[in-house]
């Protein structure tokens, strides 16, 4: 094999290697997030509120802030912990040069979910309750 396909095949490793690690930092805090709001909401939702305009999944004109405040929070932080050939985050250094990026983002997400939408989840139950679900 030739010197510039060699190149080229390292090259494109290390550029897939960085991809899925930035896959990976992005999709790790949403599955926690999931997670958490299940175990927020007990397991139990209403399928008919999921559709409906203005229903108890509705949150603020239909999109969750909380889930999405604490989503795009754990991929900086996770990004901060990141260590690929083309890309380091300036937290490595403290952790030995280790990439924690996934663990980082995944329980980011998951604390800060917790967090801010701990309330909502309890205000939700209770009209779950109140409406017979």
Request: cysteine-free; aromatic content about 18%.
């Amino acid at each position: 094999m030739h010197w510039v396909e060699r190149k080229f095949v390292y090259d494109i490793l290390l550029f897939i290697d960085a991809f899925v690690t930035a896959i990976i930092v992005a999709i790790s805090p949403w599955l926690t997030i999931n997670l958490v709001g299940y175990y927020l909401f007990k397991g139990k939702y209403t399928s008919s509120e999921l559709q409906k305009v203005g229903g108890l999944y509705w949150y603020g004109n239909g999109l969750n802030y909380a889930a999405v405040l604490s989503w795009i929070a754990a991929v900086v932080i996770g990004s901060l912990f990141s260590y690929t050939a083309l890309f380091q985050g300036p937290f490595v250094n403290y952790v030995g040069g280790m990439d924690i990026s996934f663990l980082s983002s995944a329980i980011a997400g998951a604390v800060l979910y917790y967090i801010f939408a701990r309330k909502d989840s309890a205000v939700i139950r209770i009209e779950m309750t109140k409406a017979g679900f």
